[in-house]
């Protein structure tokens, strides 16, 4: 068994791309987020869809010639943890004074380009959210960078993570700390099937290049 090669797909990978499994001593499958623990694992490429595959049809058992026990919840506790770590790593970014709150300082930060990412609450209302996706594109117009956006969270998740209350927009701002937040946001999203709202805002600003380029 390769290492690095999914046993759904069987295609191999960077380990940024795939999930790490092993069996505890009770023959339970759970996951080596980290990558540290001793033994012989098996991986799967990060997300969902197939860490249930490899649940549903018998996959881990194969890959580790053993029988094994497979939690029913296995894809929702890959899920929990992921989330955990991904709040984690936020808590951690704003004691270092990389969380900017508030749609104002948001905007701002991203149109400064010290934003590295953009989270909005499950509960953000539309309009503000319009606003903030503007800011993030006359960015780019403007040559800046770009600056991915997600919602992942609910409104008292992220607070409770912050340390504050209220929190429906935030901009993780460059910095190490932030550099861990960004690795750790995307592989949730990821791991949930991706940011529709981030790729529809990537595919307006290419029609509104394109416009731009036929009017020259």
Known sequence: MND?????TRQSGETDNLIRFVVGPDSTVFPDLKRKLPGRGCWVTADRLHVDKAAAKGMFARAFKAQVVVPPDLGAMVDTLLAK???????LARKAGL????????DSSVRAGKALL????????EDGVRKITQARKATVHLGGPATPAYKLFSEAEL????GATNVIHAAVLAGDAGKAVVKRMVALDRYR????????????IADDDDAAEDME
């Open 118 to 125: 953009v989270l909005h609450a499950y509960e953000g209302a």
């Open 193 to 204: 099937g991706g940011s529709p709202d981030d790729l529809a805002m990537i595919a307006a």
């Open 99 to 106: 969380v900017a709150l508030g749609a104002a300082k948001v």
């Open 85 to 91: 770590s991904a709040l984690g790593s936020l808590g």
């Open 159 to 162: 607070g409770l993570a912050l």
């Open 4 to 8: 690095r090669t999914c046993i759904v």
